[in-house]
């Protein structure tokens, strides 16, 4: 069974604060990775994908680290407006159906 | 750029009464999916398509039905309303399949059966 494992948290975190959170994932045989964002009661959009060299946009920075099956998200100097849920979700590649989504982390920044 | 475009955005049903959520995407995008997501928990894959024509079961497709006749439109069918059907779905898509590529979501139905 292919299962995304997240702390739902809530994180609450000071503003400007660096903050990071892991998710683990069972599919050996998973592809490709990315980090979604869901404001409450909104639809969950795309924050970055999550390559096997790690990559950076601007204040975020996603790790993958396939030797130990999970990936990490670390927002840095954090913004009120960065309080969201964060999906983590993994895809197996192995058809259409093969995108797994983690419950989410719950994180507040606060003023 | 309309994007993914879902109606209604909220609905309240009787037990027993049916309806059609209507997704409908215009960036020509050959692969389209149904979630739902409960409260605190992960999407769950309802139906999917990876083109017109052509649709398969997710993860939890029981008392959902889904027809794919164009490229644009993917509209899920419930039969007959369950209190268990409570809940806000999703219509996302996507160019390729999954692998490497994001989903676009809709902004979601947010569905009540009393």
């Known amino acids: 069974r292919k299962e995304v494992e997240q702390d739902p948290g809530p994180f609450n975190v000071p503003e400007g604060a660096t903050v990071a959170f892991n998710c683990t994932y069972s599919?050996?045989?998973?592809?490709?990775f990315f980090w979604y964002r869901q404001d409450c009661r909104k639809e969950p959009k795309l924050l970055m994908s999550v390559y096997s060299s790690g990559n950076e946009d601007g204040r975020f920075t996603a790790q993958l680290n396939r030797a130990s099956q999970y990936i990490s998200l670390l927002i840095r100097d954090s913004k009120l407006s960065d309080s969201a849920t964060y999906l983590c979700v993994v895809s197996s590649g192995g058809g259409a159906d093969g995108l797994t989504f983690g419950k989410g982390t719950h994180l507040i920044i606060q003023p | 750029n309309a994007g993914v475009t879902q109606t209604p955005k909220f609905r309240i049903l009787k037990i027993g009464q049916s309806m059609t959520l209507q997704c409908t995407q215009d960036?020509?995008?050959?692969?389209m999916y149904w979630y739902r997501q409960d409260p605190g928990m992960g999407l769950k894959l309802i139906y999917y398509s990876v083109g017109a024509g052509i649709t398969d079961k997710g993860e939890v497709p029981n008392g959902y039905n889904v027809s794919r006749s164009t490229t644009e439109d993917f509209p899920l069918r419930l039969e007959l309303a369950a209190p268990s059907q409570t809940s806000v779905y999703f219509c996302a898509s996507t160019q390729q399949g999954t692998g490497n590529q994001p989903q676009h979501f809709g902004d979601g139905t947010r569905l009540s059966i009393l």
């Open positions: 599919n050996s045989a998973s592809q490709s």
């Open positions: 960036m020509n995008h050959n692969y």
